[in-house]
């Protein structure tokens, strides 16, 4: 658990806030957003209802008339009066974006008004619009807020092409970095997890077992050992020698135990009682036994009979076929149960 | 065996690089231009809009007076109060001054704004009294197309006291009617007819019933009193034909179901003199229409006269009410 899975997470959450960091940087989504037409061929262009505040409310038209001196204006108004203005022509609309710097036309013929005005007014004069401007060459309207207004467009009546803009600042940019900063919390919360409570072994996690006077084995490492271990081995790959891990093996300690076996049959009868375990847990021993329980392995706590006991058996077994064998070294089980020796 | 894991190494390192790359955060697509859901009747004048066109019309209008010249006058006004309003001035011409009756206050307490999508459009206009405490006015702006701008159509004074109904605030809109609405007590269009007749016959109309009484009928009726008298002792006849004028209707539809009617009413006074005597205009404003004219023993004075009248809802069973009016000769001759 500690080995891998911790860096694993630490990894992780590394990935996370380096793309967190680079969303709100390098990939930041534009703010400024400029769509442009040209060439629209018809003397009244007009934005279809919504266009202008499409990307935020507050928009700015831009028209520029490919001869300097025609008088091009651009006014603000409701659909119902700007379709009303422009009954019977044949208009440009501005129709939708294409991509993020362009904008879609369509040529579309307005349907004929049923009145005929009786003193009909010039464009800049009409009370219809909210605004309007009026400029040779080149006007342009900005508009704090666009939302249920349509932009009309006059390009006088020798009306040749002209090229349309808008243009918008995106006030409320959608965010990929904070996403990726919540992960990476997640994976360093899991790191410090990972290395320390579930690595644990159970009865650390639960309930102290009552304390064990045989060393506990250490087979479970320290962190810093496992990072430097793991990336020690994606680099030895890269054309380093290839060394012999430095983890250590469960076999390495039982091997020590098996030596010092005999020690044990050495200095009298050991008696080892079984059933004196408390399968339930037990209470705390003290900070001392900290440490040696940390590195038992969970296998140990489910046989009734160590490993070490085994062992320390299977000695006196190796030691066995001696004239002492009668009077020296009863162990558990086989040769108690044999009957009472007489 | 050094290879294999270094490209497995190499492979691994790609592999996660690419997948990264769905982690960036991109534009992604521009938004798509949803399909127009117009259900919603928006006004078709802001506030600002509204009181923007009146301060112009009532600035040209002033120009006009001080000028003391129609010409030009038909930019801001059109309809009845142009023909009054032209008499008016040319009566103005001669006697040094506008009559009181012709102040229109600029400010306004009330403005009813239409919602219709077509034309011609009508915005109803109450303004506040005026400086020496004269009734308000009720203003009809008209505009007869999209390409023309808003005039002056109708003027039309307020009589004290009248109940005028309920409308929509200005920010939501009130929807026009037409001459032909139906589940009133009458058509706009026959209310104005009747009323007509109930003008000229007086309380022997046959419709007199259905109006109640109003302050300019009482005006009406007391002049119309006044001058029997004095044509009787002079062995004269006078008679007065009102005529409504077809197609000079303003409607607009209040709250409570009933509607709102700006009307215009030509009348015709013809007095005759008896006994070979002549026929001589009856007031100042008519000698100045009349001019050098040469008096015969009748004398037809032309009017042109504005009505507001509030038709009820037909489910109440109330009497339609006239609630202003205008009243202006245009025309002395004689025949």
């Given at each position: 658990?500690?080995?891998?899975v911790a860096p694993v997470f630490g990894l992780?959450?590394?990935?996370?806030?380096?793309?967190?960091?680079?969303?709100?940087?390098?990939?930041?989504?534009?703010?400024?957003?400029?769509?442009?037409?040209?060439?629209?061929?018809?003397?009244?262009?007009?934005?279809?209802?919504?266009?202008?505040?499409?990307?935020?409310?507050?928009?700015?038209?831009?028209?520029?008339?490919?001869?300097?001196?025609?008088?091009?204006?651009?006014?603000?108004?409701?659909?119902?009066?700007?379709?009303?203005?422009?009954?019977?022509?044949?208009?440009?609309?501005?129709?939708?974006?294409?991509?993020?710097?362009?904008?879609?036309?369509?040529?579309?013929?307005?349907?004929?008004?049923?009145?005929?005005?009786?003193?009909?007014?010039?464009?800049?004069?009409?009370?219809?619009?909210?605004?309007?401007?009026?400029?040779?060459?080149?006007?342009?309207?900005?508009?704090?807020?666009?939302?249920?207004?349509?932009?009309?467009?006059?390009?006088?009546?020798?009306?040749?092409?002209?090229?349309?803009?808008?243009?918008?600042?995106?006030?409320?940019?959608?965010?990929?970095?904070?996403?990726?900063?919540?992960?990476?919390?997640?994976?360093?919360?899991?790191?410090?997890?990972?290395?320390?409570?579930?690595?644990?072994?159970?009865?650390?996690?639960?309930?102290?077992?009552?304390?064990?006077?045989?060393?506990?084995?250490?087979?479970?490492?320290?962190?810093?050992?496992?990072?430097?271990?793991?990336?020690?081995?994606?680099?030895?790959?890269?054309?380093?020698?290839?060394?012999?891990?430095?983890?250590?093996?469960?076999?390495?300690?039982?091997?020590?135990?098996?030596?010092?076996?005999?020690?044990?049959?050495?200095?009298?009868?050991?008696?080892?009682?079984?059933?004196?375990?408390?399968?339930?847990?037990?209470?705390?021993?003290?900070?001392?036994?900290?440490?040696?329980?940390?590195?038992?392995?969970?296998?140990?706590?489910?046989?009734?009979?160590?490993?070490?006991?085994?062992?320390?058996?299977?000695?006196?077994?190796?030691?066995?076929?001696?004239?002492?064998?009668?009077?020296?070294?009863?162990?558990?089980?086989?040769?108690?149960?044999?009957?009472?020796?007489? | 065996?050094?290879?294999?894991?270094?490209?497995?190494?190499?492979?691994?390192?790609?592999?996660?690089?690419?997948?990264?790359?769905?982690?960036?955060?991109?534009?992604?697509?521009?938004?798509?231009?949803?399909?127009?859901?117009?259900?919603?009747?928006?006004?078709?004048?802001?506030?600002?809009?509204?009181?923007?066109?009146?301060?112009?019309?009532?600035?040209?209008?002033?120009?006009?007076?001080?000028?003391?010249?129609?010409?030009?006058?038909?930019?801001?006004?059109?309809?009845?109060?142009?023909?009054?309003?032209?008499?008016?001035?040319?009566?103005?011409?001669?006697?040094?001054?506008?009559?009181?009756?012709?102040?229109?206050?600029?400010?306004?307490?009330?403005?009813?704004?239409?919602?219709?999508?077509?034309?011609?459009?009508?915005?109803?206009?109450?303004?506040?009294?005026?400086?020496?405490?004269?009734?308000?006015?009720?203003?009809?702006?008209?505009?007869?197309?999209?390409?023309?701008?808003?005039?002056?159509?109708?003027?039309?004074?307020?009589?004290?006291?009248?109940?005028?109904?309920?409308?929509?605030?200005?920010?939501?809109?009130?929807?026009?009617?037409?001459?032909?609405?139906?589940?009133?007590?009458?058509?706009?269009?026959?209310?104005?007819?009747?009323?007509?007749?109930?003008?000229?016959?007086?309380?022997?109309?046959?419709?007199?019933?259905?109006?109640?009484?109003?302050?300019?009928?009482?005006?009406?009726?007391?002049?119309?009193?006044?001058?029997?008298?004095?044509?009787?002792?002079?062995?004269?006849?006078?008679?007065?034909?009102?005529?409504?004028?077809?197609?000079?209707?303003?409607?607009?539809?209040?709250?409570?179901?009933?509607?709102?009617?700006?009307?215009?009413?030509?009348?015709?006074?013809?007095?005759?003199?008896?006994?070979?005597?002549?026929?001589?205009?009856?007031?100042?404003?008519?000698?100045?229409l009349f001019g050098k004219g040469k008096a015969?023993?009748?004398?037809?004075?032309?009017?042109?006269?504005?009505?507001?009248?509030?038709?009820?809802?037909?489910?109440?069973?109330?009497?339609?009410?006239?609630?202003?009016?205008?009243?202006?000769p245009v025309k002395v001759e004689a025949r």
């Open positions: 658990m500690r080995g891998v992780l959450a590394v990935t996370f806030v380096a793309l967190g960091l680079l969303n709100a940087t390098l990939w930041r989504p534009i703010s400024s957003v400029t769509a442009r037409v040209s060439d629209t061929g018809t003397r009244y262009v007009l934005t279809d209802s919504g266009m202008l505040s499409l990307i935020d409310d507050s928009v700015r038209v831009t028209v520029a008339a490919s001869s300097s001196t025609a008088d091009v204006c651009v006014a603000l108004g409701t659909a119902k009066d700007v379709s009303g203005w422009v009954a019977g022509e044949t208009v440009t609309r501005i129709t939708g974006m294409d991509g993020w710097s362009s904008l879609t036309t369509t040529k579309s013929r307005v349907a004929s008004g049923s009145t005929s005005a009786t003193l009909p007014v010039s464009f800049k004069d009409s009370d219809m619009w909210s605004a309007s401007r009026c400029s040779t060459g080149s006007v342009t309207l900005s508009a704090k807020d666009a939302t249920d207004r349509v932009a009309l467009i006059d390009l006088g009546s020798s009306a040749d092409s002209a090229s349309v803009s808008l243009h918008w600042t995106r006030r409320t940019l959608p965010d990929f970095a904070t996403p990726m900063y919540f992960l990476a919390g997640l994976c360093a919360a899991m790191t410090v997890l990972a290395a320390s409570v579930f690595a644990m072994e159970p009865d650390r996690r639960r309930h102290r077992r009552p304390a064990r006077r045989v060393a506990r084995r250490h087979d479970e490492v320290a962190i810093v050992e496992a990072f430097l271990g793991s990336l020690r081995t994606l680099t030895g790959s890269w054309g380093r020698r290839h060394r012999r891990g430095v983890r250590a093996h469960a076999a390495i300690p039982i091997r020590q135990e098996l030596n010092s076996g005999r020690s044990t049959h050495r200095r009298g009868p050991v008696v080892v009682d079984p059933s004196a375990r408390n399968m339930l847990g037990a209470p705390s021993r003290g900070s001392h036994r900290r440490k040696t329980s940390l590195r038992n392995d969970d296998v140990e706590q489910t046989s009734v009979i160590s490993p070490e006991e085994l062992a320390e058996y299977f000695s006196r077994f190796a030691g066995e076929g001696g004239p002492d064998t009668i009077g020296t070294g009863d162990d558990a089980g086989p040769r108690s149960q044999g009957g009472d020796s007489q | 065996m050094k290879a294999r894991h270094r490209i497995a190494a190499a492979a691994a390192v790609l592999l996660s690089c690419a997948m990264t790359v769905g982690l960036a955060g991109c534009n992604g697509q521009p938004p798509v231009l949803a399909a127009e859901s117009s259900s919603t009747q928006t006004p078709d004048l802001t506030v600002v809009q509204e009181k923007a066109i009146r301060h112009r019309i009532l600035d040209g209008i002033d120009k006009a007076n001080k000028a003391k010249s129609a010409d030009g006058l038909d930019e801001y006004m059109s309809g009845p109060a142009l023909a009054i309003r032209s008499s008016e001035i040319a009566i103005a011409k001669s006697t040094g001054s506008l009559d009181a009756k012709t102040a229109i206050p600029s400010g306004a307490v009330q403005t009813v704004i239409p919602t219709d999508s077509g034309w011609p459009r009508s915005v109803f206009t109450i303004t506040t009294t005026t400086s020496d405490q004269q009734s308000k006015r009720l203003l009809v702006l008209r505009q007869d197309a999209a390409r023309d701008n808003y005039r002056l159509w109708a003027v039309a004074r307020l009589f004290q006291g009248a109940q005028l109904p309920k409308f929509e605030i200005a920010s939501l809109g009130s929807s026009m009617g037409t001459a032909d609405d139906s589940g009133l007590v009458a058509t706009p269009a026959q209310a104005v007819a009747r009323y007509a007749d109930v003008l000229e016959k007086g309380s022997s109309s046959s419709y007199a019933t259905q109006f109640s009484d109003d302050y300019f009928r009482q005006d009406l009726a007391t002049l119309s009193a006044t001058v029997q008298e004095g044509m009787e002792r002079n062995e004269g006849t006078q008679s007065q034909t009102f005529t409504p004028a077809t197609g000079q209707i303003a409607v607009m539809r209040s709250t409570d179901g009933g509607d709102l009617v700006v009307a215009r009413i030509d009348s015709t006074w013809i007095r005759k003199a008896g006994s070979g005597r002549q026929s001589l205009p009856a007031s100042d404003a008519e000698k100045v015969t023993s009748t004398m037809a004075v032309s009017y042109v006269n504005v009505i507001a009248l509030y038709i009820p809802h037909a489910g109440t069973g109330e009497k339609i009410t006239a609630v202003g009016a205008e009243r202006q």
